[in-house]
């Protein structure tokens, strides 16, 4: 290479760098979020998954974007999560959707709807059935956006003071059960009660309320019903595989570099996977251990599993008929699990009824 040519391209190059290190500088801009959740920080699974999609965050922006997580009471109560990042008290929020089915039942689905999909199910059509473009269009109507951010799977029943073996049993019932699928219950006879988590034992314990639910055998044992509640009952079909959604405020979103919102939703599916492991590593030998302490475990009778779906389909139908929102998701999310259980009855459940018949030590 001739040297006026070698200066030339070098030349060249010693400007291009000077033009691209301020592009580069400001694409990756230093930045401190705060995201408060429905959870206390003695729920490590629940509060725990909000920690680790903040730490991801960090770790995948050298520190120069940094999201302050924050307990249910610490900024603002459990339950007004969204009301916060709606209207910019933070930038955003760690929640379970349904809990704000008072403001539109739509809300429901972003966690469970009863007798809704299954945890994969329901996390294949939020992550590429169509799930996350019908409920982000929902959630605009409120100044946020969503992103998966954990899962807890197939949740149990719930504690009760005494059995329930019929539908009658229901029947003035004070149950504390989270969002819309207290009105399934309410149907048949039940009172549902919207109390966040870190209330719900002294409820149970004074008795003002005859029953609680809240996740399964880990989450439970932690909070201590099995103290005040002998009867275990499962499945909790309100939530057969509930998704716990992070929820940004949107102006606070759109003013993200591209690069940012990419780490930021890949850190909540990291956080997603994180809580699914950690359940099912925690829940069998949490189980183990309420039974040997005296825990009396009970499966919902047929009589009361067919007359909640019945409830719960007639219901979900007749606001359907007059909550447009509310049929655009409901019929998105039904496409998808219809299909998926017609594959799943096949060899997934083939098999996993093999396998729990024979690996029950």
Request: with cysteine; net charge neutral.
């Amino acid at each position: 290479m001739k040297r006026r040519d070698f200066i030339k391209a070098t030349g060249v190059g010693v400007v291009g760098a000077t033009i691209a290190a301020p592009a580069i500088a400001q694409s990756t801009p230093e930045i401190k979020w705060r995201m408060t959740c429905s959870w206390p920080k003695s729920l490590d699974t629940l509060y725990g998954g909000a920690e680790v999609m903040a730490k991801a965050v960090a770790e995948a922006t050298d520190n120069k974007f940094q999201i302050q997580v924050f307990a249910a009471g610490e900024i603002v109560p459990g339950l007004q999560v969204v009301d916060a990042v709606q209207n910019g008290t933070v930038e955003m929020g760690h929640t379970a959707s349904y809990y704000y089915f008072g403001k539109d039942p739509t809300f429901g689905f972003g966690t469970s709807v009863s007798f809704g999909p299954n945890q994969r199910l329901n996390q294949g059509w939020y992550t590429l059935g169509g799930g996350k473009e019908v409920l982000n269009e929902f959630y605009k109507n409120y100044n946020v956006v969503s992103m998966l951010a954990g899962n807890t799977g197939c949740q149990m029943g719930g504690w009760f003071r005494k059995e329930i073996k019929t539908v009658s049993d229901l029947s003035g019932l004070k149950f504390r059960i989270g969002g819309f699928p207290g009105r399934v219950l309410q149907k048949l006879g039940a009172v549902p009660q919207q109390i966040a988590g870190g209330d719900i034992y002294p409820a149970l314990e004074k008795g003002t309320i005859d029953a609680a639910e809240w996740v399964g055998p880990y989450d439970d044992e932690k909070l201590g019903f099995y103290k005040v509640a002998p009867h275990y009952y499962y499945p909790g079909w309100w939530e057969g595989g509930s998704m716990l959604l992070a929820f940004v405020n949107i102006d606070k979103w759109n003013a993200l570099p591209k690069q940012y919102q990419a780490v930021l939703e890949q850190a909540g599916h990291y956080a997603n996977t994180w809580m699914i492991a950690k359940y099912d590593l925690l829940n069998p030998v949490a189980l183990k251990r309420l039974i040997a302490g005296g825990t009396k475990l009970h499966g919902f009778s047929p009589e009361i599993m067919e007359a909640c779906f019945k409830s719960a389909r007639e219901l979900h139908d007749e606001i359907a008929t007059t909550n447009a929102n509310f049929r655009k998701v409901y019929d998105s999310m039904n496409a998808f699990m219809n299909n998926g259980y017609q594959w799943f009855q096949v060899a997934e459940l083939g098999y996993d009824s093999f396998m729990a018949r024979h690996l029950r030590g």
